[in-house]
T-cell receptor, first 113, second 112 residues
C-alpha cells in the first residue's frame, strides 16, 4: 500500500532538537489527521485538517506544531520534546469529514532521549 | 458519549482455530463501524466496515455484523492462520463528527 506515506520511518532526537515528520497522501483525499500511538494506551487523535484548514486540535502541547500546505501534504514539527513523547506517530487521510473511512500511513517511530 | 469497548488481549489461538474478538459501542447517533488491523511495525489497515444496522462487512475470511440491538460488531474468522497475528482495532465514526473513536486494540497471537 502506498496510498499514504510517512517519512522518516524512525527518528531519534534529543530534547533540544527540532525535527519534522512528513506525511503525503496519493488518494486525492481532502482531510488529513495526526495520531499518537503509545504503548498500552489507546490511539490519540492530535490534529485534523480539512481542505488545508485545521478543524481540530485535541489539546496537544505547543511543542507539536502541525502544518498543512495543501490537501496532499501534512507535517508535524517537533521541538523541545520530552521522553514521554516517544511513540508511533500515525498519519491518516479520508475523502472528507463526517465518518469517512480513514487510510493510515505506516507511521514514524519516534524516540526522544 | 461515544466510545468503543473491545475485549482485552492477548488472544492466543492455534492455527485453524475459530476466532471471535468482541466489540461493543455506545454512540449518540447512527455510527459506521470498522475493524482495522495493525501488523508489527506497520500502520493501521482497514480490514472491513459496515455502515448500517444488519450490514455484514467481510474481507480475507474475516466477518463482522452490525448489531444495533446489542450495539455490537464482533469480529470472527473461521480458521485463523499464523499470518493473522496482529493487533485488531474496532472503531466507530459518526456522520456529524470529524473523528473516529477507537477501541484499545486486541492482540492476536496465532501459533503453528
Amino acid at each position: 500500500e502506498t496510498g499514504v506515506t510517512q517519512t522518516p520511518r524512525h527518528l531519534v532526537m534529543g530534547m533540544t532538537n527540532k525535527k519534522s515528520l512528513k506525511c503525503e497522501q496519493h488518494l486525492g483525499h481532502n482531510a488529513m489527521y495526526w495520531y499518537k500511538q503509545s504503548a498500552k494506551k489507546p490511539l490519540e487523535l492530535m490534529f485534523v485538517y480539512n481542505f488545508k484548514e485545521q478543524t481540530e486540535n485535541n489539546s496537544v502541547p505547543s511543542r507539536f506544531s502541525p502544518e498543512c500546505p495543501n490537501s496532499s501534504h501534512l507535517f508535524l514539527h517537533l521541538h523541545t520534546l520530552q521522553p514521554e513523547d516517544s511513540a508511533l506517530y500515525l498519519c491518516a487521510s479520508s475523502q472528507g469529514l463526517g465518518g469517512e473511512t480513514q487510510y493510515f500511513g505506516p507511521g514514524t517511530r519516534l524516540l526522544v532521549l | 458519549g461515544n466510545s468503543v469497548t473491545q475485549m482485552e488481549g492477548p488472544v492466543t489461538l492455534s492455527e485453524e482455530a475459530f476466532l471471535t474478538i468482541n466489540c461493543t459501542y455506545t454512540a449518540t447517533g447512527y455510527p459506521s463501524l470498522f475493524w482495522y488491523v495493525q501488523y508489527p511495525g506497520e500502520g493501521l489497515q482497514l480490514l472491513l466496515k459496515a455502515t448500517k444496522a444488519d450490514d455484514k462487512g467481510s474481507n480475507k475470511g474475516f466477518e463482522a455484523t452490525y448489531r444495533k440491538e446489542t450495539t455490537s460488531f464482533h469480529l470472527e474468522k473461521g480458521s485463523v492462520q499464523v499470518s493473522d497475528s496482529a493487533v485488531y482495532f474496532c472503531a466507530l465514526s459518526l456522520y456529524n463528527f470529524n473523528k473516529f473513536y477507537f477501541g484499545s486494540g486486541t492482540k492476536l497471537n496465532v501459533k503453528p
